[in-house]
């Protein structure tokens, strides 16, 4: 796809997080089940109907934009993904990997953090209201599911693997 | 590698950096030169030093752990800078070229941001405080970065773009 405008640019952005999403719904299951931690569980499945929702609202800006729904591959959240899946395999306590998915899944939130915090802003130059409305809401929910994920970190699970 | 312990998981984390901002450093010239932002570029290039003291850190926290600096290859960071690198390819208009390259400079800091925040937790309950203090102090200089950026975008990159 060859990139023009900002509109060509939020459009690419929207299909990279859209493929994000995606795999993230995909991955949640399989990290809730290798963690042992029930708080982290029960956050991780919190997080994996948010992120059902999540992906309702970019099909919404996918509507705004004119545009069917679809993703692109995206290299970034593919490279983190992988990182859990490695760490799955070379990690034999069952606490201490806990304490690295609990990392891993903190690193997914902040590169949403960032790609929302960047689609928010180029919503709002193209004078897409509704899109920022949706976009903000899904950054709002990042930062919170971030929040608590250090909560937890805190709290039980690194002490716990110390 | 095996990691059996939080000091396995920790040294794990210290590698994965330490490969990751050794591929920042490769990466921030090209980058700097690509985009078409004074400001931008000054930036970038300001990053470029704080990131090679930062490497120094590191070294000073392999030192603490009685290891050998060396990194072990980081998907994740290799993933957002192939994203960077195939949006250069992509993108005909320098304006938004720019504005995408603002926003993949801030994925690398996020990205940093949670891994390094993830390392002040785990030296805090290793009890190693020179590397708590290390960590915190590259902590800090990537959230001001990442702040910098977001200031940057706003004043100044995505205006033009728009």
């Given at each position: 796809?060859?990139?023009?405008?900002?509109?060509?640019?939020?459009?690419?952005?929207?299909?990279?997080?859209?493929?994000?999403?995606?795999?993230?719904?995909?991955?949640?299951?399989?990290?809730?089940?290798?963690?042992?931690?029930?708080?982290?569980?029960?956050?991780?499945?919190?997080?994996?109907?948010?992120?059902?929702?999540?992906?309702?609202?970019?099909?919404?800006?996918?509507?705004?934009?004119?545009?069917?729904?679809?993703?692109?591959?995206?290299?970034?959240?593919?490279?983190?993904?992988?990182?859990?899946?490695?760490?799955?395999?070379?990690?034999?306590?069952?606490?201490?990997?806990?304490?690295?998915?609990?990392?891993?899944?903190?690193?997914?939130?902040?590169?949403?953090?960032?790609r929302?915090g960047t689609l928010?802003e180029w919503?709002?130059?193209?004078?897409?209201?509704?899109?920022?409305?949706?976009?903000?809401?899904?950054?709002?929910?990042?930062?919170?599911?971030?929040?608590?994920?250090?909560?937890?970190?805190?709290?039980?699970?690194?002490?716990?693997?110390?």
């Open positions: 796809m060859a990139v023009q405008t900002m509109k060509d640019l939020f459009l690419h952005g929207i299909q990279d997080v859209y493929y994000a999403e995606k795999r993230i719904v995909e991955t949640i299951p399989k990290i809730a089940k290798a963690v042992d931690s029930k708080k982290l569980s029960e956050a991780l499945e919190h997080h994996l109907e948010e992120t059902r929702g999540q992906i309702k609202r970019l099909e919404k800006v996918f509507e705004n934009c004119g545009e069917k729904a679809k993703g692109v591959e995206c290299p970034a959240i593919d490279g983190i993904i992988k990182e859990s899946d490695e760490i799955i395999k070379e990690t034999k306590d069952k606490q201490v990997l806990t304490a690295a998915l609990l990392a891993g899944a903190q690193a997914v939130e902040h590169y949403e953090i960032s929302y928010c919503a709002k130059l193209l004078d897409d209201d509704d899109s920022y409305k949706l976009l903000s809401e899904t950054l709002a929910e990042e930062k919170a599911a971030d929040k608590k994920l250090t909560d937890i970190a805190q709290k039980d699970v690194n002490r716990k693997a110390a």
